[in-house]
């Protein structure tokens, strides 16, 4: 089942839309729904990485300076 709607587009929307749809070969209206699906769907939760990906078993590497500007050392 389907409902059908009018809605005002300014001119210039919809001739990018009539372009683009004219571009990718497909429909007005399958472009629309597309669009309203996209934009509708819940979008997935992003979570901050506070971990390293694999966790290390040992300490900083023999080329990993602990004191050392790292700065000093490449544009020194």
């Not at 683009?20 to 209206?29: M, N």
């Amino acid at each position: 089942m389907s409902v059908r709607t009018t809605i005002d587009l300014p001119d210039g929307l919809y001739a990018e839309l009539r372009e683009r749809a004219a571009r990718e070969r497909v429909s007005i209206r399958s472009l629309v729904i597309h669009s309203i699906e996209e934009n509708l769907k819940p979008k997935r939760k992003r979570v901050p990485v506070t971990e390293p990906p694999i966790k290390g078993t040992s300490g900083a590497g023999p080329l990993c300076p602990t004191e050392e500007n790292p700065y000093d050392i490449i544009f020194g």
